[in-house]
Nanobody
Framework: VQLVESGGGLVQTGGSLRLSCAAS????????MAWFRQAPGKGVEWVSD????????RYADSVKGRFTISRDNAKNTLYLQMNSLKAEDTAVYFC?????????????????WGHGTQVTVSS
């Protein structure tokens, strides 16, 4: 299984970025997916998740209303649209693939992880 994130970068406060996660090695459309992030000096934080068919999504309170998770099962790709970015969104963002259709915010329930993409928001 391989997960490759892209789309990170440096952006000013209030700006937008779209992260992508290209998946291979499993039946992508069968698995729930999630985004996590790790800010400097902090632990890994759940950001958002989506069930296998995209019909159910959830967000951390800190990003609700600003971030949108989506997936394209035909392209085996997960997305995270991030708008109105804040300095506190600065982190390495990871995508993770579960082993079932049902999403969870529990880090240990995700068996497969990408290497992460850096998002830096300058104030």
């Amino acid at each position: 299984v391989q997960l490759v994130e892209s789309g990170g970068g440096l952006v000013q406060t209030g700006g937008s970025l779209r992260l992508s996660c290209a998946a291979s090695g499993r039946t992508f459309s069968s698995d729930a997916m999630a985004w996590f992030r790790q800010a400097p000096g902090k632990g890994v934080e759940w950001v958002s998740d989506i069930n296998n068919n995209g019909g159910s999504t959830r967000y951390a309170d800190s990003v609700k209303g600003r971030f949108t998770i989506s997936r394209d099962n035909a392209k085996n790709t997960l997305y995270l649209q991030m708008n109105s970015l804040k300095a506190e969104d600065t982190a390495v963002y990871f995508c993770a693939e579960g082993k079932s259709a049902i999403a969870t915010m529990v880090l240990t329930e995700y068996a497969y992880w990408g290497h992460g993409t850096q998002v830096t928001v300058s104030s």
